[in-house]
């Protein structure tokens, strides 16, 4: 919390790249998960399916990163279309081995942070409890921060 995030690239389920910096200039909600992760599944049905309809047009871009190895690739379809995820879901199929779980420290999945427009990580969640409504009390606030700043 309060680094700046480094550029990455990654691709989604057809192999096409994404670059994080591509989504410069928006409030991204990064989130690690993988296909056998139970608590991930019901935090994409539930809670982030909810918030992609709600703030998509907010400049809210949320991405699902997936820390399942190329063994699963499979798996990682097979989850994302049960989860019916939406939004960005892309992966490089290396597991918790990835340079990219290793930067954020990832120890468990889902782990989810919150970076503003400007690039800075405001906040880190650890888990999914369907009662806490953390994540979307902190994305309102930085909608609201960007609403204030231009008027």
Same mark, same amino acid.
């Given at each position: 919390i309060g680094n700046y995030v480094q550029d990455f690239t990654a691709n989604d389920l057809e192999g096409n790249t994404v670059k994080l910096s591509d989504f410069k200039g *928006? $409030? $991204? &909600? &990064?989130?690690? %998960?993988?296909? %056998?992760?139970?608590?991930?599944h019901q935090q994409n049905q539930k809670e982030f399916s909810e918030l992609y309809l709600k703030y998509k047009n907010q400049n809210l871009v949320i991405i699902s990163y997936s820390l399942d190895a190329k063994t699963a690739k499979e798996d990682w379809r097979k989850a994302s279309l049960n989860d019916k995820i939406s939004w960005i879901n892309i992966s490089n199929l290396k597991g918790f081995d990835d340079p990219l779980s290793k930067q954020y420290s990832i120890s468990s999945v889902p782990n989810s942070f919150l970076i503003d427009q400007?690039? *800075?990580i405001v906040n880190s969640f650890i888990g999914y409890d369907s009662e806490n409504s953390t994540i979307e009390s902190e994305i309102i606030k930085l909608i609201d921060k960007k609403t204030t700043h231009n008027n």
């Open positions: *928006k $409030i $991204i &909600l &990064l989130d690690f %998960w993988a296909s %056998w992760c139970v608590p991930c400007n690039g *800075k």
